[in-house]
């Protein structure tokens, strides 16, 4: 089965930097997106930026030009947030999902069935 776990929240005053990371385990084939999520107080889940198995991203409109998501060959997914807000806080999710989906529909939280524990960011 795929599992996912992140790591690298914690707390950072605004302007500031984390990079959060996601150590996927298990087999998703030669085609997948991956996906990170949050979730702030009070407020829905949100997507967030995706990356898929060919190498294209797409970015919320929110994070766009501060946020930036990669991959690495041994499948661990990254964010590296940047210019950090208050807004900003929020608990982040990594998610992912063999084969493919409608571009436009990859930011949104119901085309992933496999999910990460979360991990806080907090934003001062």
């Known amino acids: 089965d795929v599992q996912l776990v992140e790591s690298g929240g914690g707390s950072v005053q605004a302007g500031g930097s984390l990079r959060l990371s996601c150590a996927v385990t298990g087999y998703l084939g030669s085609s997948y997106y991956m996906g990170w999520f949050r979730r702030a107080p009070g407020k829905e889940r949100e997507g967030v930026a995706c990356?898929?198995?060919?190498?294209?991203t797409t970015y919320a409109d929110s994070v766009k030009g501060r946020f930036t998501i990669s991959q690495d060959a041994k499948s661990t997914l990254y964010l590296q947030t940047n210019s950090l807000k208050p807004e900003d806080t929020a608990v982040y999710y990594c998610a992912t999902n063999p084969g493919r989906v409608p571009w436009q529909y990859v930011l949104l939280d119901n085309v992933y069935n496999y999910w990460g524990q979360g991990t806080q960011v907090t934003v001062s």
């Open positions: 990356i898929n198995s060919d190498g294209r």
